[in-house]
């Protein structure tokens, strides 16, 4: 049963990770790239986002569920060194993940609509909108 307050984040990934895999299983204690440490749950949960293929993660406000994908972002980007899209709810949550992945050193574009630019953010400067406004050229 999943109560109305309960946030959740589904992690759907498609391939197959081989060797790199026992590294990064091995090095999640070493996540020190400006997320707060994981307990014991948070870590089981990593292991087991990068093992499967499809994960779900739940649970009440401020169990740590943002840290918790923001770790398996981080951990899928560093073993394929591809592109990952992260999809969310709402656009307070995809701000929330948006900010948390930023703040391991993963390179983040946040889409939105236009009509959400006018919209103040935290992660403004990360919005592609932003991004395009601001280039320099060399």
Same mark, same amino acid.
């Given at each position: 049963?999943?109560?109305? =307050? ?6 759907? =990934?498609? #391939? &197959?990770? #081989? +060797? ?8 999640? +204690?070493?996540? &020190? ?5 994981? &307990? =014991? ?22 169990? #740590? +569920? ?6 398996? %972002? ?7 060194? +591809? ?10 949550? %995809? !701000? ?8 391991? #050193?993963?390179?983040? %574009?946040? =889409? ?9 953010? !935290? %992660? ?9 406004? &601001?280039?320099?050229?060399?």
């Amino acid at each position: 049963i999943i109560l109305p =307050f309960q946030a959740i984040f589904i992690i759907l =990934f498609l #391939g &197959n990770l #081989g +060797k790199k895999l026992t590294l990064i299983l091995n090095t999640i +204690k070493d996540l &020190n790239s400006g997320l707060p440490r994981l &307990n =014991f749950y948070q870590e089981e949960a990593v292991r087991k986002a990068l093992r499967e293929p499809l994960c779900l993660i739940q649970g009440p406000p401020g169990t #740590g +569920k943002t840290v918790t994908s923001a770790s398996i %972002v981080y951990h899928l980007v560093r073993a394929t060194k +591809k592109k990952i899209l992260v999809c969310a709810p709402s656009n307070v949550v %995809v !701000d929330m993940l948006a900010q948390r992945i930023s703040q391991t #050193g993963v390179k983040v %574009v946040r =889409f939105c609509s236009k009509s959400r630019e006018s919209v103040s953010s !935290d %992660v403004e400067e990360l919005t592609l909108h932003y991004k395009v406004r &601001n280039i320099k050229n060399p």
